[in-house]
């Protein structure tokens, strides 16, 4: 049988299955902050910080070095302007006092960035292709390590912003050099 870069492996599947996640949870807090329904929003924002800091970690320090090797440095710097975007929007959210609602002249910025990191997701392919053509012995030991963020329960607000890759999988620092 002939190898499909896009056949579905263990680790394509875990990475599809972050990216639901992430896609849902977006979909809804975009929802709740056009319709100004601030509760909402902020319990969404919580739920997602909490959800997918491990899956955004592992891209920061796996995935966008090993990616960076093939698409070059330029490329990556983008994914993480967007993961900044999305990151800064759910800590604007998750500032607010419980009490108090998101001013008016915050939600279009909010929103653009909500939408910028939507479109990120939306937009995975390209590294589900390279994850699905990994040999097999890396792609297991790229899939331990993102099992391995993801039970370490680390929220996405309280990522350092500067991560350095995580070298576990033999993904030389500078393929990535430093980030913007």
């Known amino acids: 049988m002939a190898f499909h870069p896009m056949a579905e492996t263990p680790l394509t599947q875990a990475f599809l299955e972050d990216h639901r996640t992430l896609t849902r949870?977006?979909?809804?807090?975009?929802?709740?902050?056009?319709?100004?329904?601030?509760?909402?929003?902020?319990?969404?924002?919580?739920?997602?910080?909490?959800?997918?800091?491990?899956?955004?970690?592992?891209?920061?320090?796996?995935?966008?070095?090993?990616?960076?090797?093939?698409?070059?440095?330029?490329?990556?710097?983008?994914?993480?302007?967007?993961?900044?975007?999305?990151?800064?929007?759910?800590?604007?959210?998750?500032?607010?006092?419980?009490?108090?609602?998101?001013?008016?002249?915050?939600?279009?910025?909010?929103?653009?960035?909500?939408?910028?990191v939507c479109d990120h997701v939306l937009s995975c392919g390209t590294l589900v292709s390279h994850l699905a053509s990994l040999p097999a012995p890396k792609q297991a030991a790229i899939l331990e390590r993102l099992l391995q963020y993801r039970s370490a329960g680390h929220r996405w607000t309280q990522l350092p912003t500067d991560a350095e890759p995580d070298l576990a999988c033999g993904v030389p620092v500078e393929s990535v050099g430093k980030r913007p």
Not at 56 to 70: G, S
Not at 76 to 104: C, F, M, N, Q, W
């Open 25 to 116: 949870g977006l979909d809804q807090l975009r929802e709740a902050v056009v319709n100004d329904d601030f509760r909402t929003a902020k319990h969404l924002a919580d739920q997602l910080d909490r959800s997918v800091g491990g899956h955004i970690e592992f891209e920061e320090r796996i995935l966008y070095p090993e990616v960076a090797l093939t698409t070059g440095a330029d490329h990556v710097h983008r994914l993480y302007a967007e993961h900044r975007a999305g990151r800064e929007a759910i800590g604007r959210i998750l500032s607010v006092p419980d009490t108090e609602k998101l001013p008016p002249d915050v939600r279009p910025k909010l929103l653009a960035q909500l939408n910028t």
